[in-house]
Every structure is written in C-alpha cells, then in structure tokens.
C-alpha cells in the first residue's frame, strides 16, 4: 500500500484528521511508503556522503507530506534510523542501553560493547548447538 492509499484509508475510517496527530512510528512509516517509488527523492538519499545531508533529505520529504518530523524523531525511529546508521559506517552488533547505533560509535572510544555483544553471540549460538 502506497502513502496515497494509506493517507486515504486512515481519512475514510475517520481516523486522521491530520498526519500530525498520529504517532511518530506511524509518521515515519507513512514517510518510509511515500520514499517507496519516489526516484528523485532516493537519487538524492543514495548520492548522500553523511548522515547530516541524509536526514536534511529526509525532513525534506517530511515537510512535503506535512508529517511533522523532526530530526530527533528520524534519528530515534526504525527504519530510518538504521539506514542513519549505516550511512555513517556503524558496527554490525551492538548490544546497547537504547542508544541509536550511530551514538554508540562516535562516543565510544573502545567498542567494548561489539564485543560484548559478538561474545553473547557466539555463547547464544553454542548454547543452541549443544542443547543448552
């Protein structure tokens, strides 16, 4: 279902007075399904060098769909903050306190908690493997 489809199905069930008004993960999908298919909007998400100029892309579209998004909101929401992430370069595992992936890197300067979480990995799937 397409952010037109979408936007139509909450107006018809009297669900949506305003996109405003819906939950930030309900905003941010809308967002994720109105980028599904919009060529100049992802030409400009993958010509992107950092993570800043991405979410600067992506309040962008927020604005034109009048989704109210803030770029606190982009960086705490999945999917969007993964893709922030990765743009960035982050670890592969983490294991975390809550904080967004890409946090986790810039402020540590031992990544102390990509082993911690690759150890907890290995342990996990040994466990499995021997009936654990």
Do not use: H
């Amino acid at each position: 279902m397409d952010f037109q489809e979408r936007m139509k199905e909450l107006k018809d069930k009297g669900k949506l007075v305003d996109t405003k008004e819906l939950p930030v993960n309900e905003r941010v999908k809308l967002l994720v399904q109105a980028l599904d298919g919009a060529e100049r909007t992802n030409e400009a998400l993958s010509s992107c060098n950092d993570s800043e100029t991405m979410i600067n892309v992506l309040l962008g579209a927020s604005d034109k769909l009048d989704l109210d998004l803030t770029r606190s909101d982009l960086i705490k929401t999945p999917p969007i903050r993964d893709w922030i992430w990765y743009k960035d370069g982050g670890a592969l595992l983490t294991v975390g306190d809550g904080v967004p992936r890409y946090q986790q890197d810039k402020n540590s300067a031992k990544l102390r908690y990509i082993g911690g979480g690759l150890l907890i990995a290995i342990l996990f799937i040994f466990g499995m493997m021997t009936g654990f």
